[in-house]
Every structure is written in C-alpha cells, then in structure tokens.
C-alpha cells in the first residue's frame, strides 16, 4: 500500500484500472483486421487477448458517459467488459464494420442494462416509452449540441415523441448523482482521471441493442 510522509494513503481502486488500462495500446485498422481474422478462423487466444485489452479504453470512456446517473463507474466498466466479450463472440468482420464501433454498441447495451435494472432514483417504470426516453434522451441532447442546437425541453420532446415535463424529469433524474460507497471522501474522483487517454476511433453507438443478452 502506498504511504506518504503524513501517513498510509489508500489507493483508489478506479486509479489503478485506469492506470493498467493505459497501458494496452489502441490498435490500427489494419492490426484490428488481422487480430479479428485470426480468432475467427483460429480462435486464437492470443488475438482474442489483445482485441479485448485494446478495447478497454472504450469501455470506461462509455461508462463515463453514465457517471451522473450511475456514479459507480467501476460496476459499469465491468457491466461494458461483459458486453465487450460477447461482441467479440457476435461480431462478423465480413460486413465491413470495424471492430472498435460494432464493439460499442454492446459495451452500451450492457451498460444501460444494468442501470435499468439497478438503479433506485429510477421510479417511473419500465414501460416502452420511458424506456426509450432513458436510451436516447443524452444521445439525442448531444446530437443537437453538436449541431448548434439549444437542446430545451419542448424541442426534445417533439424530437423524442415525449412530453416536455417527461423530459424534464428524465434530464432531473439523469443529472443527480447517486451516492457511491466507493466515491472518496471529499468527492468523485473525476477530476483526478486522465480522460485525455481514453481518446478512442470508435463512432457513438446506437442504443438499440439495449436488451441484447
């Protein structure tokens, strides 16, 4: 354990994961094509091993993007693995997506999952349209910022098929952080990660395959 001129210094457990992550470097196309080719003709471990670790930095850059709603994010870093996995298993490289995009639909499908099934502030059910609210209103938030677009609520709730309070109880419910048991004293330890190393080729995924198994 680490220790400091002041005494014993508990190492924060999301520190040391984005620490080993860091080290997995991001793979190119063309090294990407050659992994996937031969752990789909070979199963060869060895390809397997380094696609997955490659993709780790994607995972917690997805997982990030949840931190307001779901504040343990080690819990969904390793939701997103589980769904990493499974797309390396469903993934054909024989209809010309990449690896790193296709990947990140699972990653997020995982992930939402396991909000929707986990988390407590959410208290207006699980019906179809407040599910499809959940999935797609940070999505479509940032879809329109980034088009220059002032995302308020009536403009989201045409765009969403939704009423604006819906909306707005959604975004109030999305951005009230729950409390971690494993968050340090003194607040999140956000400010303290290097998110600059999370930079990853992979496009926005699309949350439809939210309920894949």
Known sequence: ??????????????????DEVSRYPILSREEEKRLVGRFKKFKDREAAH????????????????????????????G???????????????????????????WIRAYILKYILDNFRLIKIGTTQ??????FNLMKEKGRME????????KLLAGRLGVKPEE????????????VSLDAPKGGSAEGRLP?????????????KLAQAE
């Not at 380094?50 to 870093?77: C, G, H, M, P, W």
Request: glycine content about 6%; cysteine-free; aromatic content about 10%.
């Open 1 to 18: 354990m680490p220790r400091s001129g002041k005494g014993v210094v508990r190492a924060d457990p999301l520190q040391r994961y984005m």
């Open 50 to 77: 380094r696609l997955v670790t490659a993709s780790l930095r994607l995972v917690v850059k997805i997982a990030f993007e949840y931190r307001n709603a779901y504040q343990n994010i080690l819990d969904l870093i």
């Open 79 to 105: 939701e997103g693995n589980i769904g990493l996995m499974k797309a390396l298993q469903a993934y054909d490289p024989t209809k010309g997506t990449r690896f790193s995009y296709y990947a990140s639909w």
């Open 129 to 134: 349209a407040q599910r499809k609210l959940f």
């Open 146 to 153: 980034r088009r220059g677009f002032d995302p308020e609520p």
């Open 167 to 178: 909306v707005i109880e959604m975004d109030q419910r999305l951005s009230r952080p729950e």
């Open 195 to 207: 998110m600059e190393m999370l930079a990853s080729d992979a496009q926005p995924a699309d949350e």
